[in-house]
Structures are given as structure tokens and as C-alpha cells.
């Protein structure tokens, strides 16, 4: 299942993580996230030990969402050692993700 970030948790989850983190920036009323949300789910799975897969409701969160300048949604955010280190807007095939993630295992 994926992670569910906070801006209480953000720090430790994401900045703080040894592993790639994928953050999927989304919101409840939002329909393209509601369509990339299972994608998101399915890495969470298929990256567990790899990676952390994780999304964080803007609406709920809207420190980490201004900090990052988060302005439409879904937007995903790819950590690496505390940083971005790639960016996705809006609603794009599973492959994609996976792409961004395997870029940053090593």
C-alpha cells in the first residue's frame, strides 16, 4: 500500500529517506489523480524494499504542496537523498512512473 505523507511526516519519510521516494501530489475532488492513483498503489507493491511509493492529499498538506510550488495536479516528485530530482504533471502511463523510479535505483 502507499505511503501516505504529511506535512508533520515529511521530513522523516521523504528528506530523510535512504531510498528513491515517488510522491504523488493529489487531491480527492481531482479526476486525473483518481485515474493515476491505483498506478500508484501497484508500484507501491511492485517497488517495496526498492523504493518508497507514497502520495500526499494537498488539500489536507498544504505546507509541503506551497513549499514544492505544487500548482495542478496530480504532480509527481521524485526524491533522491533529500532532492528533487525529477518532476511528472499530470496523469501518465504506469511505464512512466516506473521509468523515473528505475532511473534512481542504483
Known amino acids: 500500500m ?16 535512504d531510498k528513491p ?3 504523488d501530489f493529489w487531491a480527492e475532488w481531482c479526476g486525473p489523480c483518481r485515474m493515476i492513483g491505483p ?8 517497488y517495496d524494499g526498492k ?3 507514497g502520495k500526499l492529499n494537498v488539500d489536507e498538506n498544504p505546507g ?10 496530480p504532480t509527481l516528485l ?9 518532476k511528472i504533471v499530470g496523469a501518465v502511463p504506469k511505464s512512466m512512473l516506473a521509468q523515473k523510479i528505475d532511473a534512481q535505483l542504483n
Do not use: N
Request: hydrophobic share 45%; net charge negative; glycine share 6%.
Open 2 to 17: 502507499a505511503k501516505h505523507f504529511t506535512d508533520s511526516s515529511w521530513d522523516q519519510d521523504v528528506l530523510s529517506s
Open 21 to 23: 521516494v515517488l510522491v
Open 39 to 46: 498506478l500508484v498503489e501497484e508500484l507501491s507493491s511492485e
Open 51 to 53: 523504493a518508497v511509493v
Open 64 to 73: 509541503v504542496a506551497s513549499k514544492y510550488g505544487i500548482r495542478s495536479i
Open 78 to 86: 521524485v526524491f533522491k537523498g533529500g532532492q528533487v530530482v525529477d
